[in-house]
């Protein structure tokens, strides 16, 4: 069975800094990684995903994560937070191997920027 | 192109009811998933219907049904309504004939908030 763990379930930088939200995953396959965004009473929106190819993806609003087999690890990174960035972010499995879509998601990670 | 549709964005039921939710999934996406979203158990998966078949199912009671038509439209049904099946519902809709293959995103939804009093 796949899991997804993220850590800390609240995270707070200030306005301009590094944000690092950080995924780890189990999964007895070689797995699909994606990382989501959502705001207040709305649906998720995908920020970036790794199928296959180059372990360090770029995404929208400047987020990118880099996949690294040896840690299990997808950690998601900005290299300066803006105000609108607050908001949860998910990480998510979903298995390569599968003929189904499936999503195995982490607990979240709330980002709150401060200015 | 029209994203994830689904209707009601909100409903409020009595416990013992039942309540049926639905979503249309991005024109050509033969895929359609449910998951339900609470603060304590975060983002669960439903199932997923694939082609009018039932291609996978969560760990939740049989209360929770779903069924998807000809056209991808999906609805989820939810009988015997307990207050802990207040929640936010998401729908998710992937596949995408004119690009086909495993690796595409899902995308979601708005959501259905359930509340159940």
């Known amino acids: 069975a796949q899991s997804v763990t993220q850590l800390g379930s609240h995270v707070s930088v200030s306005e301009g800094a590094l944000v690092l939200l950080r995924c780890n995953y189990s999964s007895s396959v070689p797995p699909y990684l994606f990382w989501y965004v959502q705001y207040p009473n709305q649906g998720l929106q995908l920020l970036l995903k790794y199928t296959t190819g180059a372990t360090l993806v770029k995404g929208i609003n400047g987020f990118e994560a880099e996949f690294k087999k040896s840690e299990t690890s997808f950690h998601l990174t900005k290299p300066s937070a803006h105000m609108s960035d607050a908001a949860e972010y998910f990480c998510a499995v979903r298995d390569s191997g599968a003929g189904s879509y499936q999503l195995t998601f982490g607990k979240g990670t709330k980002l709150s920027v401060i200015p | 192109k029209a994203g994830v549709t689904q209707t009601p964005r909100y409903l409020i039921k009595t416990r013992g009811q039942q309540v049926t939710l639905s979503c249309s999934p991005i024109s050509g996406h033969r895929s359609v998933s449910w998951y339900q979203q609470t603060p304590g158990q975060g983002l669960q998966f439903l199932f997923e219907y694939f082609s009018e078949t039932q291609r996978n199912k969560g760990n939740f009671p049989g209360r929770f049904s779903g069924r998807q038509f000809s056209n991808s439209r999906s609805e989820m049904n939810v009988s015997t309504l307990e207050l802990g099946d207040s929640a936010l519902y998401l729908c998710?809709?992937?596949?995408?004939?004119?690009?086909?293959?495993?690796?595409?995103?899902?995308?979601f939804g708005q959501g259905t908030r359930l509340t159940v009093v």
């Open positions: 998710a809709s992937s596949f995408s004939r004119s690009t086909g293959g495993l690796n595409t995103e899902a995308f």
